[in-house]
């Protein structure tokens, strides 16, 4: 809930008493961002004495500050004196932003039917079931208040149905709902973003990273963008520009994991595996048994052939995750150690876990070739050709 909304619904709470010097003067603090100086108005006058609408102001401008629990104390206090459903609203939001989604959700089902809150109150349902994973049942609360909504709703709408499709694996069907969003409202930035993101997931890296760059206009600091930017042009082969990107993010945030792994694997496919290991060893600072981070470092160490240490982060990363790129990754590695029998072993537990076989198929004919056993290997290289 942004500050608009919040002082909007406020101003309804006290619509009798609006021009009234108090509530001119904390309107003005507020809409001037001034909250510090109106939470001590607020306070001294509840000493004075603890009427409705300076419960309210002090919930809203504790909200704004983002101090939640305060929020929640004055929202409670004064739910206490007066059941409204501005306040039971503000209860839900607040409960929202404490992650309490079971009784944000409490709250929310109090105000379904009402003629003013329900669609918001429908909306904060389905945040709550979709931040609890719930996709299914947020999609069906947010398709069935679609077409009562109008506008900025709309679109806010249709954007967290693109998100929920995104969620359940519908990515087409997601990219219809951030497309009906753009034409809408054609600069809506979550849109443009979502959109972009689907279109990452979707392998069409060219369109994404011109809507990444778009936004980037608006928001030049923006990390996640610019991260997924670099990620994309990775993604198509541009290093060169990808590496651009990731040093502007790391001008902004030094420290930044995902930003530090994506300028690793550009300078490893540029085959700067030197650069390429320092990066990812300064990401495993900041991210913890990052199983990406270990798998690309011991492709970099592979490279360097320091096969032993590749070998033994490999063997750690395959310990916490079975993986079939992880184990393709260490039979090439116990082959380069010319440990032909392990790597066999390897390959043949990949025998019947991956569907394109040709790959594993040369490698187990090599492996036998190298220990002499010629007619395993021909077989083995036969049924690559087959594969």
């Known amino acids: 809930m942004n500050r608009k909304e919040a002082l909007l619904l406020l101003y309804k709470i006290i619509k009798k008493r609006f021009l009234s010097w108090p509530n001119i003067y904390l309107r003005f603090l507020c809409e001037a961002n001034i909250y510090d100086t109106a939470l001590e108005f607020v306070r001294k006058k509840l000493l004075q004495n603890p009427a409705l609408d300076f419960l309210c102001w002090g919930g809203v401008i504790s909200y704004l500050k983002k101090d939640f629990g305060e929020a929640l104390n004055f929202f409670e206090k004064a739910i206490s004196l007066e059941e409204l459903p501005e306040i039971r609203y503000f209860i839900g939001q607040t409960y929202l932003d404490l992650l309490e989604f079971d009784k944000a959700e409490e709250n929310y089902m109090l105000l379904l039917g009402d003629p003013i809150l329900n669609i918001k109150a429908v909306y904060g349902l389905a945040l709550c079931k979709f931040n609890k994973s719930q996709y299914k049942e947020a999609f069906e609360l947010l398709d069935g208040i679609l077409p009562k909504a109008e506008g900025k709703d709309y679109v806010r709408i249709q954007n967290k149905k693109g998100l929920c499709l995104m969620e359940m694996g519908l990515l087409e069907e997601a990219k219809k709902c951030f497309l009906d969003c753009l034409e809408k409202i054609p600069d809506d930035y979550n849109a443009k973003l979502n959109l972009a993101l689907v279109l990452t997931k979707t392998g069409e890296y060219e369109k994404a990273v011109d809507l990444y760059k778009s936004s980037l206009m608006r928001f030049p600091h923006d990390l996640t963008t610019i991260n997924n930017l670099a990620l994309c042009l ?70 360097v052939k320091k096969y032993k240490e590749a070998l033994e982060l490999l063997d750690e990363v395959l310990q916490k995750r079975k993986s079939d790129d992880i184990l393709i990754n260490k039979a090439f590695c116990l082959m380069k150690m010319g440990l032909y029998g392990d790597a066999a072993e390897c390959c043949k537990e990949l025998e019947t876990e991956i569907e394109d076989k040709a790959e594993i198929y040369t490698m187990l004919g090599i492996c036998f070739e190298k220990m002499g056993e010629n007619e395993k290997a021909v077989e083995y290289y036969n049924k690559a050709l087959i594969a």
């Open 234 to 303: 990775a993604a198509s082969g541009k290093y060169d520009e990808a590496l651009v990107y990731c040093e502007r993010g790391l001008s902004i945030d030094p420290i930044n994991g995902d930003l530090l792994i994506n300028k690793g694997y550009c300078l490893y496919k540029k085959k700067n595996y030197k650069k390429a290991i320092e990066c990812f060893k300064e990401a495993e600072k900041f991210v913890k048994d990052d199983i990406e981070v270990k798998n690309n470092l011991a492709l970099c160490l592979i490279a």
